[in-house]
């Protein structure tokens, strides 16, 4: 009875509700879906992908929307696409790349688009899919590096950005000199702004080059420990397929190999309803241009290509930060430098924090070779860390085999081979004096209408991580085994059902785990697509794991009992002419911990999109109304932003979230965006705590942004 009455407090909040409720149900009784739709669709879809077991709202994703904006803007020609391009591309698996390319090997280049439904493996979901990336052409892609040449079909783009919050939080309210002398770390150094700025010049997908500066809100700014303006730079300069040289990285860069075990800098897609994003796709060595201050390399890496033979080597020196311990040595006016850890927020606005920033020295130095060719994939990987000071981690009973040492080495072998229609694939690594950690998967296509999925991985629990990216239930790769099944059908032409099943264990304690543990986690997602303008899905996402009891007990080590959480998704998007668009979603989550109170939260939202082709204004709008009882229950949901910029907020507690999102193009080569969120909980009278606090009810954040391209 307590389960139906926390549904019916729910059901009267009010006759708002119910209406938001009738549009998203019914969206056919309010009002040619373009490329850019398109391409927004399948970025915002890998994102989602992304934070499915991530769940991180304030990411940057700026290094995937890059690759597919590109792809957007500069269509690759498949008739001249080789296997490491369509890699790139990112939206092919590895079945449907080798079909493509050996149907132009042996019956010659693609006439038209169309063609692609007699390869085996393309139907008209995948051929719409790549649509937006590709064309087919018989014009020779041959990049001449001349000045001319480069300034008269580059392409610049120049980004300045904007961000604040309108209530004032504790870190910016006023105080006294005296009182902040006496607490230095109970006030932030800058002030409430963010401001973002970005230059990238690109000529085709031969040569990139750029800088990158952020300062984060509570960050100074030209004064105090940020004399030289912005808290945060970044500059790369990249090169690719330029004789033997397949890709060179000078500056800020990232490195992924493999599998993701030995190593992989940056982000990489979970599990999700894609089951085949399970594999990963490396490309080696990638150009950087985000503001995460801890996922990339800093000082150069070159990929030279002998035939079937890669071979990458690289090198990083990077000032980094970390939790310090000044502890005096032998000598009286001597202080020996030690961590404790390794930051990895990139904030610095309190005066601990700007004393951890880029406290050390990390240098990463590595290779990879491989033998590539269009069925097998066989590469060996190795790579050092060094810390340039003593490395004194605070190692609990759970984490008593990580890492305690300032230096690394690991290697690792990967492997990936094409069979008829089976990919097999995999990775092995160990740490040298340490544990080792093994992934192991297949994707197969059955049918046209039908493809699976499985994966086994086994990270022991002293295996010790440099950077990696391994698929996995935890957010390290350690200490955890599982095995993983998935599928993809289709039972009739207009219906897409896709599943998983994950079992996994953790043979050691966890944090907050006071003993070995298991759980599982599945999705069933059916997708319904009537018409090209209407696609709706009804998803069930639950994960069950275990965790220590939430009873406090006065003596003995804690037991653990089950923790599940159920979420009910409902979700459609509707093509109401080439000017308008709405999309909606109906959200409900269970959570679950036994011996603690069964929790209910929902969500729904309904947004709706105006962008016309013969007007240089559009815009996105959402109104969203959201009810859990706590941060357990929390739901998160992608929201559409500025270019580059990213919100997959937390719903959280009892309220209702708007925003509206403006562009304008000024003229040719200047567009404008305008950004206003609110939150509002009915709720709550304080939001959030420490130095983040806010008295108040509400959160405003304004957003805008200018960008020049040229």
Same mark, same amino acid.
């Given at each position: 009875?307590e ?7 729910v ?26 739709d398109? @391409? ?33 803007d ?59 990336f ?76 750029g ?14 420990a940020? @004399? ?73 890496g ?15 020196y ?123 998967g ?10 699976v ?129 709405? @999309? ?5 989550v ?59 907020p ?14 304008y ?17 009915d ?15 509400? @959160? ?10 040229f």
């Amino acid at each position: 009875m307590e389960y139906f009455s926390k549904y019916n407090k729910v059901a009267k909040q009010g006759s708002k509700k119910y209406l938001l409720a009738i549009l998203i149900l019914f969206p056919g009784i309010i009002f040619a879906q373009n490329k850019e739709d398109d @391409k927004n669709k399948i970025i915002e879809k890998r994102v989602e992908y992304l934070i499915e077991d991530a769940e991180e709202s304030d990411a940057d994703y700026t290094t995937i929307f890059d690759q597919l904006s590109y792809f957007y803007d500069h269509p690759l020609n498949l008739n001249r696409a080789g296997l490491n391009d369509l890699e790139e591309l990112g939206v092919l698996t590895s079945i449907q790349i080798n079909n493509l390319l050996a149907h132009v090997e042996n019956n010659g280049k693609l006439m038209t688009l169309e063609e692609l439904q007699t390869v085996e493996g393309f139907d008209l979901e995948v051929i719409k899919l790549i649509l937006p990336f590709v064309k087919v052409s018989t014009d020779v892609d041959s990049p001449q590096l001349a000045l001319k040449e480069l300034i008269k079909n580059g392409e610049s783009q120049l980004f300045i950005r904007y961000t604040t919050i309108l209530e004032q939080k504790e870190g910016f309210s006023p105080t006294t000199d005296s009182a902040l002398a006496a607490s230095p770390n109970s006030r932030y150094a800058g002030d409430a702004s963010k401001v973002y700025t970005r230059y990238r010049y690109k000529y085709g997908r031969h040569l990139s080059f750029g800088i990158t500066a952020e300062k984060d809100a509570g960050e100074q700014f030209f004064e105090g420990a940020q @004399k030289n303006g912005f808290d945060y730079y970044s500059a790369h300069f990249f090169l690719r397929n330029q004789g033997k040289i397949k890709q060179l990285a000078i500056g800020d860069y990232q490195a992924q190999f493999g599998q993701g075990l030995t190593y992989w800098s940056g982000r990489a897609f979970g599990k999700s309803a894609d089951i085949m994003l399970i594999k990963r796709s490396a490309q080696g060595l990638k150009p950087y241009a985000s503001v995460d201050e801890s996922l990339f390399l800093r000082g150069g890496g070159v990929t030279f290509q002998f035939g079937k033979i890669e071979a990458t080597a690289f090198y990083s020196y990077n000032s980094v930060d970390g939790n310090i311990d000044l502890t005096d040595s032998t000598s009286a006016d001597q202080e020996v430098l030690a961590i404790t850890s390794v930051q990895q927020t990139g904030l610095h606005r309190t005066a601990n924090e700007i004393e951890d920033k880029d406290a050390i020295i990390q240098q990463q130095m590595g290779g990879h070779v491989s033998y590539k060719t269009r069925r097998l994939n066989i590469g060996v990987t190795g790579i050092n860390s060094n810390l340039n000071t003593e490395f004194n981690p605070n190692l609990q009973t759970y984490s008593q085999f990580r890492n305690s040492d300032n230096n690394q080495t690991k290697l690792g072998a990967d492997y990936n081979w094409i069979y008829k229609n089976f990919n097999f694939f995999g990775e092995y690594s160990k740490s040298i004096d340490a544990g080792s950690a093994f992934v192991s998967g297949a994707l197969v296509t059955l049918d046209p209408r039908l493809s699976v999925a499985v994966l086994y991985r086994d990270y022991q629990r002293n295996f010790q991580p440099i950077a990696s990216a391994g698929i996995g239930e935890g957010s390290v790769n350690e200490n955890e085994k599982g095995l993983y099944m998935g599928f993809i059908a289709k039972p009739a032409r207009k219906f897409t059902l896709s599943a998983y099943y994950d079992q996994f264990t953790f043979p050691w304690l966890k944090f907050g785990i006071n003993a070995p543990s298991k759980g599982y986690q599945y999705l069933a997602q059916l997708t319904y697509k009537p018409s090209k303008k209407m696609e709706m899905y009804v998803r069930v996402r639950e994960r069950d794991k275990q965790e220590n009891t939430a009873v406090d007990l006065n003596e003995g080590i804690d037991y653990l009992v089950h923790e599940k959480q159920t979420n009910y998704r409902y979700h459609f998007s509707y093509t109401i002419s080439e000017s308008f668009k709405i @999309k909606g979603r109906v959200e409900l989550v269970n959570y679950d911990k036994e011996e603690s109170p069964f929790e209910v939260g929902y969500l729904v939202y309904q947004d709706i999109i105006y962008k016309p082709k013969s007007s240089p204004f559009s815009f996105s709008f959402r109104y969203g109304i959201f009810d859990t009882e706590s941060f357990n229950s929390r739901i998160y949901a992608y929201e559409n932003d500025v270019l580059y910029s990213f919100s997959i907020p937390a719903y959280s507690n009892r309220g209702t979230r708007t925003y509206l999102t403006m562009r304008y193009k000024v003229m040719r080569g200047i567009d404008i965006w305008l950004r206003y969120a609110l939150t509002y909980y009915d709720n709550l009278d304080v939001i959030s705590s420490g130095l983040e606090e806010i008295q108040g009810n509400h @959160k405003q954040e304004i957003k805008a942004q200018v960008r020049f391209k040229f």
